[in-house]
């Protein structure tokens, strides 16, 4: 197997006084014995080495771009791949300054079909653009419109249709899955990657947030849980095989998406996405009277979201309010007779 390449690096030569850049075998001199100074010059050859050629397509800066984030370990590099292979068909092969209206239009068109993923997409291609203006690769960035975020799709399940779900799926690593999501409105990539030592089953409650992770936008906590589901999870782990709690086979799964859709179907249910189950917790929540700011501490989301729920599912929250401006006793009656 070959050796990985090191990257360039600052060095003292024996009898030099100025620092030197070493790489791919080779010694440079930076031309001072300064370290600070070195090190800026040390900056500019990397710099230089990570530069796309001069015209450089939009294939080439996206690649750029997934190599930058991989790097830093952005937890967003395993899914940007998917963003960036209907950009590299549409817009691959072009220079930036060919992007014009029309051609994002056509993408438009393209890909109506996905609408959510038509706005992460272009978000992607502008984000890589600005990115290769910020390095200086290219001269400006054209404009690209973006489609207005959709509404949230309103599909939740009621209480009875996830225990309906729940016992209709086959493997038990899918039972393991629902039970969490339906216990915690946990998402789906968090309850996956979740391993035993983050589950308290004497203090019953669960850490989400896994030390390993770069923290998100994509909310993650701790949160309580029942004592009948310590005791269903406790008997999991008598058989577990991996430190995953979600397991098949002895591994880890990357997605239950397939298994899920299947469920539904055995339980007579509309196919649905596993990210329902965290919308219908928080519907059942918010029906069962609990406040904004506790379903939010509970199912770590925004209390934006979760107001946008009780307006839908609890209006009774606003009853108080409604007492308020309720009209005077003595005009009750007003409209009990015709009117003339």
């Not at 006084?17 to 440079?28: D, K, V």
């Not at 994002?104 to 993923?117: D, F, M």
């Not at 782990?237 to 086979?249: D, I, M």
Request: charge should be positive.
């Amino acid at each position: 197997m070959p050796r990985k390449e090191e990257p360039p690096r600052l060095v003292k030569l024996k009898n030099r006084e100025n620092w030197y850049i070493r790489y791919r075998g080779e010694a440079q001199s930076t031309g001072t014995t300064d370290r600070t100074e070195a090190e800026q010059c040390l900056i500019e050859v990397i710099n230089k080495l990570e530069a796309p050629a001069s015209h450089a397509t939009v294939s080439e800066l996206l690649e750029k771009r997934l190599a930058d984030i991989q790097a830093k370990g952005r937890a967003r590099a395993e899914n940007t791949p998917y963003y960036h292979k209907p950009l590299h068909e549409h817009f691959g092969k072009l220079l930036p300054e060919q992007i014009t209206s029309s051609r994002v239009y056509a993408y438009w068109k393209k890909r109506e079909h996905r609408p959510g993923g038509l706005r992460a997409e272009l978000i992607e291609l502008r984000t890589t653009l600005s990115h290769a203006l910020k390095k200086g690769w290219i001269e400006s960035v054209p404009e690209i419109d973006i489609p207005r975020k959709a509404p949230p799709r309103e599909k939740w399940l009621k209480q009875e249709e996830a225990y309906r779900l729940l016992e209709a799926a086959g493997p038990q690593h899918l039972k393991v899955f629902i039970l969490i999501a339906m216990s915690t409105a946990a998402r789906k990539s968090a309850i996956l990657q979740l391993t035993w030592d983050r589950v308290n089953l004497d203090r019953p409650h669960i850490d989400f947030q896994d030390p390993d992770k770069e923290i998100t936008g994509k909310r993650r906590t701790v949160v309580p849980i029942s004592s009948a589901t310590a005791k269903m999870l406790s008997d999991v782990k008598r058989f577990a095989q991996t430190p995953y709690v979600v397991e098949y086979n002895g591994k880890p799964l990357a997605d239950i998406k397939k298994s899920f859709r299947q469920a539904c179907v055995n339980a007579g249910l509309d196919p649905v996405s596993p990210h329902v189950l965290k919308h219908s917790v928080i519907s059942w929540l918010a029906m069962a009277g609990h406040s904004i700011d506790q379903i939010s501490d509970m199912t770590a989301t925004t209390r934006e979201t979760v107001t946008r729920v009780y307006r839908k599912w609890s209006p009774e929250y606003l009853s108080s309010l409604a007492e308020t401006l309720a009209p005077r006793a003595d005009i009750v009656s007003m409209f009990t007779k015709p009117a003339n």
